[in-house]
């Protein structure tokens, strides 16, 4: 079966750009989890939506924000781009919520850079 | 503040020796912890997981052991591969059964398993 699609792969913007990325989970999948993936910090919890509703937020400015289709496919979306959100940010999808990261499979990964 | 530490960012190991990796974590409410190992422009995958309830799980050459006192959790590998040569990030979850599946991961540890 498919695995989990993220789209683009890589990605080049300017500072003060939007960026929208997307992530197709497994199907049959209802939650979507994005992490970004930063040198040094390791993964960071950005949101998971379950069933087209965000089920929880990261520490992250209001600038990053995301949707989950009725299809279950998400997307988040990065407003006035820094130089600091250069970063790989990763898509996990899961059949359920609540699981404690039982049967989270990952994406591939966007690498958004910034310059 | 990290709530998950992997403190030793590298370790280098002789191919059928054992690979021990280190995780702390301060948040007394984890009660869901698990590895992922992750290559290179791919994204991490699951290796193995341990409930709040146990102190040892075991899957093949992976043992992942959980001190709870500590607030501890080590992942074993025996025999050390060269294919398992990649970063492995130690991950929590304070929510299992609940509603939501965000993780908090660790910096990651670069395991370099030598021939």
């Known amino acids: 079966k498919a695995g989990v699609t993220q789209t683009p792969r890589y990605l080049i913007k300017t500072r003060g750009q939007q960026v929208t990325l997307s992530c197709s989970p497994i199907?049959?999948?209802?939650?979507v989890s994005w992490y970004q993936q930063t040198p040094g910090q390791g993964l960071q919890f950005l949101f998971e939506?379950?069933?087209?509703?965000?089920?929880n937020k990261g520490n992250f400015p209001g600038r990053f924000s995301g949707r989950q289709f009725s299809n279950s496919r998400s997307e988040m979306n990065v407003s006035t781009l820094e130089l600091g959100d250069s970063a790989l940010y990763l898509c996990a999808s899961s059949p359920l919520t609540g699981t404690g990261g039982d049967g989270y499979t990952f994406g591939s990964g966007t690498r958004l850079t910034v310059v | 503040d990290q709530q998950v530490k992997q403190n030793s960012p590298s370790l280098s190991v002789q191919e059928g020796r054992i690979s021990i990796l280190n995780c702390d974590y301060t948040?007394?409410?984890?009660?869901?912890f698990l590895w992922y190992k992750k290559y290179p422009a791919e994204g991490p995958t699951f290796l193995i997981s341990?409930?709040?309830?146990?102190d040892k799980n075991e899957d093949g050459r992976f043992t992942v052991f959980l001190n709870k006192s500590a607030k501890h959790l080590s992942l074993h590998i025996v025999p050390s591969q060269p294919g398992d040569s990649a970063v492995y990030f130690c991950a929590a979850s304070e929510n299992y059964g609940g509603a939501t599946n965000k993780l908090i991961f660790g910096t990651g540890t670069l395991l370099a398993v030598q021939p």
């Open positions: 341990i409930s709040s309830i146990k």
């Open positions: 948040n007394s409410m984890f009660d869901y």
């Open positions: 199907s049959g999948h209802r939650s």
């Open positions: 939506y379950f069933s087209e509703t965000q089920r």
